[in-house]
């Protein structure tokens, strides 16, 4: 089944202890993208990737960080969460001139 | 730069009842637009997508959206609410090579029998 999954998806989390949220896709897509969602802001950017090793700032980086070394993987990091961080975060993916975009689950994530 | 506004976080029908949901985008080159629902925790599924051909598009569960260039909306319509299409509703526009979607802030839609 194609599908864009997410881990954990939920996690409760205090202020300042590193974690990682994974996204995998088995679709072979070039793009990946990472989103939070908030009541009342609707779903805002992070970060996204055009391919492997290649990835760029979306509208809402601060405080994140993310890699590519393989196509199928798009890890979502935070070195120091804190409580504005405190969102649902979703995982997207792609393919190239194909502006459909796959979602994941979601990962809940409260930091303390 | 591209923007979405959803008029109205909230709205009520009752079953049976049209269901109009309403999208305005701004954009500067021919837009790529999109709805996603999104039922209590879960993720976002596809309803629909304008990808500059027919300007009535047809979704799944009965959806349907008429791109109007003149009036720039989007708005999503099902003739008759089904007790199952409660959830809220996302219109997004895409920007293209950047691969971000710009999303409306949503509406949440009830359903009431």
């Known amino acids: 089944e194609a599908q864009v999954t997410q881990n954990p998806r939920y996690l409760i989390t205090v202020t300042g202890k590193k974690l990682t949220v994974t996204c995998s896709q088995n679709m072979n897509h070039e793009y990946m993208s990472w989103y939070r969602q908030d009541p009342g802001l609707g779903l805002r950017q992070i970060y996204y990737s055009m391919n492997v090793e290649v990835t760029d700032k979306g509208d809402v980086p601060e405080g994140y960080k993310v890699s590519r070394k393989e196509k199928r993987n798009f890890p979502l990091i935070l070195e120091s969460p804190s409580p504005n961080q405190t969102s649902l975060y979703f995982c997207?993916?792609?393919?190239?001139?194909?502006?459909?975009?796959?979602f994941g689950p979601g990962t809940r994530l409260t930091v303390t | 730069a591209q923007s979405v506004t959803q008029l109205g976080s909230h709205v009520s029908v009752s079953e049976g009842a049209l269901v109009l949901l309403r999208c305005n985008y701004s954009s500067s080159v021919p837009p790529y637009l999109f709805w996603y629902v999104q039922y209590p925790n879960q993720g976002l599924q596809l309803l629909l997508k304008y990808t500059s051909a027919a300007t009535l598009v047809k979704g799944i569960n009965g959806f349907e959206a008429e791109f109007k260039k003149s009036e720039t909306s989007f708005h999503l319509t099902k003739p008759s609410a089904h007790m199952s299409d409660a959830a809220e509703y996302f219109c997004a526009v895409s920007e293209g090579d950047t691969d971000k979607l710009i999303f409306g802030t949503g509406t949440r839609l009830q359903v009431f029998p």
């Open positions: 997207a993916s792609r393919q190239r001139q194909v502006y459909e975009q796959y």
